[in-house]
């Protein structure tokens, strides 16, 4: 079996987070509730977050089923910003082992293989349906890409990749929200805060946006070195409805101490 060499996460996959985030889910409850779902789910759920994070496959798998590989565009800047992680070893017969974790519709994977002719891609996510969006890609190949259905916040990843196959000396690679970004400023404005940077869009699907510090903290907490991490700003104009967005994005790249 290859080595696994490469982690990579991407903004928009996951509902939930990882287990050493869960610390973000005591403050600030909201208290303007968005929709029926909502007020139903406030009954149930003494904090709103343990509800939207229980449901986050069925919200996730509702918006792939709508959205299809249309949402999300084609990732085509990553040879630009981390080509040194995926480039292929010219001395050996293999290339890098990658596992994406919140693979979505393969808006990454696709884009990846193409560029880089000796990669594999481990990819899961918690939506079957965005898994079989994947595997009914034409692009999809079972010797380039395993795509499989995984929560890695409650499953145990390692039933599916062997320890033995990760190679010492490999990356995580993430790229989320950050805070101050145009969306968390119109979520703030329609008070959709479930916890402290933690936010409910309106079809149930949550993102999180993240500061440097907060970011680089939890990956020190859980063993892992920060090898480069900044913040992305993008000024984007939409001509149409005449409004400037202050897009913002978190870049940073962790391997283990």
């Known amino acids: 079996m290859r080595a696994l060499t490469v982690g990579i996460t991407f903004a928009g996959s996951y509902c939930r987070l990882t287990p050493?985030?869960?610390?973000?889910?005591?403050?600030?409850?909201?208290?303007?509730?968005f929709s029926s779902t909502a007020i139903e789910a406030a009954r149930r759920y003494p904090n709103l977050d343990e509800y939207y994070q229980k449901n986050a496959c069925k919200f996730w798998d509702n918006f792939y089923k709508r959205h299809k590989n249309k949402f999300f565009k084609d990732r085509h800047y990553l040879e630009k910003d981390w080509g040194q992680y995926f480039s292929d070893e010219a001395h050996s017969s293999n290339g890098k082992v990658v596992l994406e974790v919140g693979c979505g519709a393969g808006n990454t994977i696709f884009p990846l293989v193409a560029a880089y002719p000796k990669v594999f891609v481990h990819a899961c996510d918690i939506s079957p349906h965005a898994i079989a969006l994947v595997k009914s890609h034409m692009e999809f190949k079972e010797d380039r890409v395993n795509a499989f259905v995984?929560?890695?916040?409650?499953?145990?990843?390692?039933?599916?990749?062997?320890?033995?196959?990760?190679?010492?000396?490999?990356?995580?690679?993430?790229?989320?929200?950050?805070?101050?970004?145009?969306?968390?400023?119109?979520?703030?404005?329609?008070?959709?805060?479930?916890?402290?940077?933690?936010?409910?869009?309106?079809?149930g699907t949550c993102s999180f946006y993240f500061s440097e510090d907060f970011l680089s903290t939890l990956f020190l907490q859980a063993g892992f070195n920060t090898v480069d991490i900044s913040t992305y700003c993008k000024q984007i104009k939409n001509h149409r409805r005449n409004v400037t967005m202050d897009r913002r994005w978190i870049r940073a790249v962790f391997n283990l101490g």
Request: proline share 3%; glycine share 8%; net charge negative.
């Open 150 to 203: 995984y929560d890695v916040t409650v499953d145990n990843l390692l039933k599916r990749i062997n320890p033995s196959s990760v190679d010492p000396g490999g990356h995580v690679l993430l790229r989320d929200y950050a805070v101050g970004d145009f969306a968390q400023m119109k979520l703030d404005n329609k008070n959709q805060m479930i916890s402290e940077g933690f936010y409910v869009r309106g079809d």
């Open 20 to 33: 050493s985030m869960y610390l973000i889910s005591t403050v600030h409850q909201c208290h303007r509730y």
